[in-house]
């Protein structure tokens, strides 16, 4: 059987805080952990979008986005057609650093992941206390140190 994946990548997202008329809109998530002092206490995109994947893949990306002084930032959920979860990756890169040093955290569902629950006809994907770990990342140095917490809500469309 073919297993249609679909991931939510919520990017490039406020460090500090969002400015602009579509702040709030696709949610916010809460982080809580020891790097907040660097990559911020909050997540807040600001901009959606939907990307189909090719064809021969049967892969959709949608993506939610916002960009500021503060740096970026990028959330991503993966899950099939019916909501059963794969992967969670945050990635957080802080205002003047270099791509070689990010903060990189992920999780491994099978086929949940704790504390994270997807609402496909609601189009969101709600955080209660889903924990998040450091993980390696290609050609960069993770500056993660120790595991960040999400809370929240993102919504897409």
């Known amino acids: 059987m073919t297993s249609w994946v679909r991931s939510v990548v919520a990017g490039f997202g406020c460090l500090l805080a969002c400015n602009g008329s579509d702040a709030g809109r696709f949610g916010e998530v809460l982080l809580r952990g020891d790097d907040t002092a660097v990559i911020g206490?909050?997540?807040?995109?600001?901009?959606?979008?939907?990307?189909?994947?090719?064809?021969?893949?049967?892969?959709?990306?949608?993506?939610?986005?916002?960009?500021?002084?503060g740096g970026r930032q990028v959330l991503e959920?993966?899950?099939?057609?019916?909501?059963?979860?794969?992967?969670?990756?945050?990635?957080?890169?802080?205002?003047?650093?270099?791509?070689?040093?990010?903060?990189?955290?992920?999780?491994?569902c099978d086929p949940t992941c704790e504390g994270v629950a997807v609402?496909?006809?609601a189009q969101t994907v709600t955080f209660e206390g889903a924990p998040v770990d450091p993980e390696s990342v290609d050609g960069a140095t993770n500056r993660a140190t120790a595991p960040l917490v999400l809370d929240g809500t993102l919504r897409y469309d």
């Open 119 to 121: 609402d496909l006809v």
């Open 77 to 108: 959920v993966d899950f099939d057609v019916d909501g059963s979860l794969i992967a969670l990756r945050f990635l957080s890169e802080p205002s003047g650093a270099q791509t070689e040093s990010r903060y990189a955290y992920g999780a491994s």
């Open 41 to 69: 206490t909050s997540f807040e995109p600001s901009a959606s979008r939907v990307f189909a994947g090719p064809p021969d893949t049967d892969v959709d990306s949608v993506a939610t986005w916002n960009r500021d002084a």
